[in-house]
């Protein structure tokens, strides 16, 4: 009826192409209705096991204090790889394909009993997307300077995405050992193009001069990141289901869908039933930065992780939840919601003044 009396008026309604809520409630009021809208009650999963994080969090007698997750980044050639090769005492830069990183490798180092976990990131802009999810799973940035190039275009989107994140910023002016280096005009640039005001300055950014070739100051850099680490006050939920975040991910042709994860909270081991995203699956085996088997892994561990279905998207928040089922409804559940958003912006939204024309 609604399409014959607009018909009789000139007007043609298609129904194929739907009407938006604006237009119903028009054409309902030709008619003496009212539209009222109500919103599709779904729970959402995912943000189930979010809140029963946030519940156990709000008991701080159960928080205890973890190792700080740091992310090194700066500009192409600043040296990131260096350092943490450096703090390694290993040499992954000179393997590296024409010495660049190709994606994000995490270690942990322990200096004194103390660990502390690092995340690589790549240098070059066609990273930037993976360097701004680097920035997220992490508790503290390491701003590396090399002292005889400055402040660069990186330099700030580095830190724009550090302070986006909320997270403190540890400056590290490097390569202090050559000659061209000067510190005190990298600082200046610090403090200039940044707001990032040095310490010796009167202002409250630690800035630490190294240099990540001939190891100086990075002692001082590492007790300057336990220090701030500690005053950061990070905690975790030290037992029961993990929660972790993928840093990176890709299909191994030996093993199958292979997930690196910072672990945040709880403990993961094989034949825990795990979800990230749309994907879910069954840890088979877990392994360490140097690839060896581990029974479990716990708060700011960085772990390898076999046994998802699919390979997961960087950046999703993974979770060990209670049975395969579950896991399976909610990699489901995500998977239809990224369908229907997909669907929603691919469709074409028709104006009523177009629809009012033809
Ligand atoms: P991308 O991953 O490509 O962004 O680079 P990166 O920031 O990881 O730099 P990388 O560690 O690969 O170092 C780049 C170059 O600078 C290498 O040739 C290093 O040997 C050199 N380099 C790094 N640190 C120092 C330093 O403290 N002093 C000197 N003289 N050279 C350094
Ligand atoms: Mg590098």
Redesign the pocket.
């Known amino acids: 009826k609604i399409i014959k009396d607009h018909f009789m008026r000139g007007i043609i309604l298609r129904p194929a192409q739907g009407v938006n809520l604006e237009e119903a409630r028009q054409i309902a009021a030709q008619y003496g209705w009212n539209i009222e809208l109500k919103e599709e009650k779904i729970s959402d999963p995912i943000e189930a096991l979010k809140e029963k994080f946030d519940e156990l969090y709000k008991d701080e007698s159960k928080l205890v204090q973890r190792p700080p997750v740091v992310t ?1 980044m ?12 450096r703090i390694r005492k290993t040499t992954v ?1 000179e393997k ?1 394909v ?4 190709q994606s994000i490798g995490a270690y942990q180092a322990e200096i004194d009993g103390k660990k502390i976990t690092f995340i ?5 802009e066609a990273f930037t997307e993976m360097r701004a999810r680097g920035a997220q799973a992490t508790d503290i940035v390491v701003l ?1 300077v ?1 002292a ?1 190039d400055g402040v660069m275009p ?1 330099t700030i989107e580095a830190f724009n995405h550090a302070k986006t994140a909320n997270v403190p910023i540890i400056v590290a002016i ?5 000659p061209n280096a000067n510190i005190d005009l990298t600082k200046q640039q610090l403090a200039s193009k940044l707001g990032l005001v040095p310490e010796d300055w009167g202002g409250d950014t630690i800035v630490v001069p ?5 190891g ?1 100051g990075i002692d001082e850099l590492l007790e300057m990141i336990l220090l701030v680490a500690e005053m950061s006050e990070i905690k975790c939920i030290p037992q029961g289901n993990a929660r972790g975040v993928i840093i990176e991910s890709e299909l191994d042709k030996g093993v199958g869908p292979l997930a690196t994860a910072i672990i945040k909270d709880g403990i993961i081991k094989p034949g825990d039933y795990i979800v990230a995203g749309s994907t879910h699956g069954k840890v088979r085996a877990l392994r360490d930065e140097k690839g060896r088997k581990v029974k479990n892994a716990g708060p700011s561990d960085p772990v390898q992780i076999i046994g998802f279905e699919e390979v997961p998207d960087m950046h999703e928040i993974l979770y060990v939840v209670d049975s395969l089922d579950q896991a399976r409804e909610i990699s489901a559940f995500v998977k239809e919601r990224q369908k229907k958003e997909r669907m929603v912006k691919g469709k074409k939204h028709v104006r009523l003044e177009e629809f009012m024309r033809i």
């Not at 700066?74 to 090769?85: A, I, N, Q, S, Y």
């Open positions: 090194v700066g500009h192409v050639d600043h040296g990131k790889t260096t350092l943490l090769d830069a590296e024409g010495g660049i990183t690589d990131t790549p240098g070059h590396v090399a005889d990186q490097n390569k202090i050992d050559k190294i240099s990540a070739k001939m100086k």
